[in-house]
């Protein structure tokens, strides 16, 4: 009542989450745009987010894009992330790579891993500045380092092949079982040939086929892989598929 801008986010989370009210988005945006426009960084990321994904009131890219560069201009590295997505897409604002990279770039300076990941894609595209493939390495390994699962990925395939650093198959493998884990089906599948293989790891076809069935439920498939699966005994087969459920499994709990 007094104006206070962070009460009005809260109040907006308050009816997004149904804490002691009944849940109700097109409420909440209304109270994070009011944090918005008495100069609330997390009203006008939350609202902008919303407008801009269409979550709980009517999709508004333009209108979603002024909030999310209100946020942007206070330093907010999410609102600036975003920001830079919508340049590249050309939606709610002119399409504009250089612009983007730009905006990327500071999120990714801040530590954000889906940036560092997005800024090392536009090093290696050449999108909003000359292809560079060691800068890319260099931030996609950083969102790797984070956790981020896709740059785990990435970043293997770049340690395999030397692309922007030194070959080094056993770290490849590393950030492929990391995103294996994580539940990534094309890691799933590259860790599925470095045990077939040998690379980067000890040989071990069991517990290749194990992960190549898991990644061959989530669609991906390897006819060189389903060979080498035939080839096992019996028992080794039961094992790999027993090993490749219990996976599943227990992905599904977590």
């Known amino acids: 009542a007094k104006g206070e801008p962070q009460a009005h986010t809260l ?7 149904g804490l002691g009210v009944p849940q109700n988005q097109v409420t909440a945006a209304q109270w994070y745009a009011k944090a918005a426009e008495l100069g609330d960084v997390e009203g006008a990321l939350a ?21 999310l560069e209100m946020a942007a201009r206070r330093g907010n590295p999410i609102a600036t992330y975003n920001l830079a997505l919508l340049f590249l897409a050309g939606e709610g604002k002119p399409e504009n790579p250089i ?9 990714a300076e801040q530590g954000l891993p889906s940036a560092q990941y997005d800024f090392g894609t536009l090093h290696a595209t050449g999108t909003g500045t000359t292809a560079n493939v060691f800068e890319a390495a260099r931030w996609i390994g950083r969102a790797a380092i984070a956790g981020h699962v896709e740059a785990e990925l990435e970043y293997g395939i770049m340690l395999f092949k ?5 070959p080094d198959e056993v770290r490849g493998a590393w950030y492929f079982r990391s995103a294996a884990e994580k539940g990534n089906a094309i890691a799933q ?11 980067g790891v000890q040989m071990n076809v069991v517990e290749a086929t194990k992960w190549h069935l898991i990644a061959k439920s ?10 080498i699966a035939a080839k096992l005994s019996r028992a080794d087969r039961l094992a790999a598929e027993k090993a490749a459920f219990s996976w599943r499994d227990q ?3 977590n």
Do not use: P, W
């Open 189 to 199: 599948n590259r860790y599925a040939r470095c045990l077939a293989h040998g690379a």
């Open 251 to 253: 992905a599904m709990l």
């Open 11 to 17: 109040i907006g989370r308050i009816h997004a989450e």
């Open 162 to 166: 030397g692309q922007g650093l030194t």
């Open 218 to 227: 989530a669609g991906v498939e390897d006819k060189a892989l389903d060979e």
């Open 99 to 107: 612009r983007a990279f730009q905006l990327m770039e500071y999120s």
């Open 47 to 67: 609202v902008g987010t919303m407008l801009v994904q269409g979550n709980g009131v009517a999709k508004d890219i333009a209108l979603g894009a002024k909030y």
